[in-house]
């Protein structure tokens, strides 16, 4: 297991550890003593590292591409509770009706998105194809790559490290998630390709 596979796994954990501390130093005589000034400090530079990691590594595991989805419905409920809950616009002008309705509209769809994905990803049945791997390539988009395989007739994507696996195995049994459409499980069958 990687650094970057390591980070990723304590992401939420991590999160989690940042949010006790600084409620539990919130409404308190420690409010904005060093100690809570360490913390934000500290949940700063948190921040910036996995920032770094989601550009560089990005790709490297499942997990990755499961927390971009999280992240992406954490997004879209801070943009619709922004809007939704009393007292979270005091003191700001008030919105037009057009902009709270595409403020309202963003989170939503942002929220859609994050959910539809990791629900057809994570609680569906995953499709199973097997066959020769083809047109194995990586498709250069303004911000990232990404890795895409045909396999069974099927095109899906791939991780950094399975993607590095498919170039040199002809024959695999993969499970896909229906949702971002990455390859979860990956079995290589080697005789197979051999019979046809």
């Avoid at 994050?114 to 609680?123: I, Q």
């Avoid at 047109?135 to 950094?160: D, F, M, Q």
């Amino acid at each position: 297991m990687t650094f970057a596979e390591i980070m990723a796994w304590a992401l939420w954990p991590i999160i989690g550890i940042f949010v006790v501390l600084l409620t539990a130093t919130r409404g308190t005589k420690l409010q904005w003593t060093s100690l809570r000034l360490y913390i934000v400090w500290a949940a700063c530079g948190t921040f910036f590292v996995y920032l770094a990691l989601e550009i560089l590594y990005h790709q490297t595991s499942i997990v990755w591409v499961t927390d971009n989805f999280v992240l992406i419905g954490m997004f879209g409920l801070l943009a619709i509770g922004k809007l939704l809950l009393p007292g979270s616009n005091a003191g700001s002008p008030p919105l037009s009706k057009a902009r709270f309705i595409g403020y309202l509209l963003f989170g939503v769809v942002l929220l859609w998105l994050s959910a539809n994905t990791l629900y057809s990803d994570y609680a569906e049945p995953r499709l199973v194809l097997e066959g020769q791997v083809h047109n194995v390539r990586e498709k250069r988009g303004y911000r990232n790559v990404e890795y895409l395989a045909e396999i069974g007739g099927h095109t899906v994507n791939a991780t950094t490290p399975v993607f590095e696996r498919l170039k040199s195995e002809p024959y695999v049994r993969v499970e896909v998630g229906r949702g971002s459409n990455y390859i979860f499980n990956i079995e290589y069958l080697k005789n197979q390709g051999n019979d046809w």
